[in-house]
Structure formats: C-alpha cells, structure tokens
C-alpha cells in the first residue's frame, strides 16, 4: 500500500503545486491520479520515488516512510513508466528491458532471458528484441518502457500518462493490454492522467485533485459515474 500523510508541495518561486494531500492506494490495486494540467499530478507521483522532496508530510511504502529509506533500495522497489517511454537510444530493446533487472543485482544471462520473456507479455514478438528505439512506433516504445518497469518485479509501479502520447486507437489497444497484464500481476498502481475516460476505465480508485493540487475526492469510477 502506498500513503500519502498530509503532502505538501511548495516550490522555491512559492507555487504550492501538492497542498495538504492524504490518501491511500490500496495493495494490488490501480489508482488513478486525475485533474487538469498544472493540478500536482506529476508532482505527487515523483514524490514517491523521491525525484521531488514534500515539503512538509510523508509517504509511506507498506508502512515504511519513503524519507527514512535508503534511496537506491527505495528506487528498486517501484516501476516507473513515463509519457515518452525514457527508453536509452543506444540499447536495444531487449538491453533497455534488462536495465532494471540489473540493477536489482540479477546476472546478465538471467536478466536478457527475462526481458525476453517480458516482450511477449507486452505484446512484441521476440523479432523486436534487438531494434533500437528509433526503430519502434510510439505504442511499441512504450510498450517496452512498461515491460522495462517490471523486469526488476517492483512491488510498486508509478506511470505518468503511460499511453497519452499515442494515436487514440493504438491508446485504446495499450490499455486493454494493460487491464490483461494487471490481472495477472495485480501491482500496486498509481497511474497519473489528465483524461477522465482513462481515469473511469483503468483505475480501481480515482483520485480527483483540483488546480492548487488539493484533492476534492477519491471514489470508485462507478461511485463517480452515478454522481
Ligand atoms: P500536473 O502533472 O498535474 O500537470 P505538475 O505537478 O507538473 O502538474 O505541476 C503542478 C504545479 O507546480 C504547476 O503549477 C506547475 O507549473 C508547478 N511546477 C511544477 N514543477 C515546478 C518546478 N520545478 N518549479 C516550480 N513550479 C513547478
Ligand atoms: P509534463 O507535463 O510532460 O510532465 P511539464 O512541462 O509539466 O511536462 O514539465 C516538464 C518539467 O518542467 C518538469 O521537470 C517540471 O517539474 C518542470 N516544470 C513544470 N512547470 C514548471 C514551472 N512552472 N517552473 C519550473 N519548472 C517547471
């Protein structure tokens, strides 16, 4: 489970980007962070993994403040998916999917053979393997920036507007896939959007924040959908 415990974000030039900000994003689950641009949303994701400092709160990972861990072993316990998949331009694709892996410590051999497998769950046969990111569309990048997330098996997965930089068909396609893979990993998720059709449809939970990044409700999308 992931906590935020009274989050406060306040940049040097005085934008409050995060105010006051509590809630709970429950095991296994995907929770969705949604609201117009400029509302706190990437702010509270990269306050997870400690990219950004609170200024004042806590975030608890299973319990345990994200301050008063060691970074590095913080970092290897979450997936983090981006808008524009991030992947390194000069490893190809099965090399950018075994990164994570390695970092957790897992030997070369073993960490190629798992991006490998990886690909496949991600809907790329293993022909994709040895392109370079150049070589790929939008959707298949970011289909290797979310397979890159789980080769290190993160008990966490963070993703800012995963699928928001891809054609609306191919878009619709990532998140039907990403609906199948989670039912068989079943992550503890917290997605950022600022489409309310993505927030009703992938999350669990939607966390509504407003612009001053307060939060105005977090509700179930069919609790939403009624109101
Ligand atoms: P969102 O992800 O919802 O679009 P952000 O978290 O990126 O929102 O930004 C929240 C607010 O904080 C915005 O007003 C934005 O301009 C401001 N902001 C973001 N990053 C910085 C920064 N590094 N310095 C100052 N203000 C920032
Ligand atoms: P995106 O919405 O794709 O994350 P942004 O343009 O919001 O892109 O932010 C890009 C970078 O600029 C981020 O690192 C963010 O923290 C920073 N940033 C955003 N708004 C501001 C701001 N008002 N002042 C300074 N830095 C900002």
């Known amino acids: 489970m992931i906590v935020f415990k009274n989050v406060t974000k306040r940049y040097d030039n005085g934008t409050i980007a995060v105010d006051d900000l509590s809630l709970e994003a429950p095991k296994g689950r995907i929770t969705i962070f949604v609201g117009p641009s400029g509302c706190g949303k990437t702010t509270s994701l990269r306050m997870i993994n400690r990219l950004i400092a609170p200024t004042s709160g806590s975030i608890l990972l299973d319990g345990q403040p994200t301050e008063a861990m060691n970074l590095a072993q913080l970092r290897r316990k979450i ?17 950018n999917i075994a990164t994570t892996a390695r970092l957790k410590g897992i030997a070369k051999k073993q960490a190629l053979l798992i991006a490998s497998e990886l690909l496949e769950r991600v809907g790329l046969d293993l022909s994709f393997g040895n392109r370079y990111p150049w070589q790929l569309s939008g959707g298949q990048q970011q289909r290797v920036g979310v397979a890159r997330a789980l080769a290190s098996d993160p008990e966490f997965m963070l993703m800012d507007e995963p699928f928001s930089a891809v054609d609306p068909v191919v878009r619709h396609q990532l998140q039907e896939e990403f609906l199948r893979l989670q039912r068989d990993i079943g992550k503890t998720i917290i997605m950022v959007t600022h489409d309310i059709d993505e927030a009703l449809k992938l999350g669990d939970q939607v966390a509504v924040l407003r612009t001053g990044g307060v939060l105005a409700q977090v509700a179930s999308p069919k609790e939403l959908l009624s109101n």
Not at 79 to 95: D, E, K, R, S
């Open 79 to 95: 997936g983090y998916v981006i808008q524009h998949a991030g992947l390194f331009p000069h490893l190809n694709v099965v090399q």
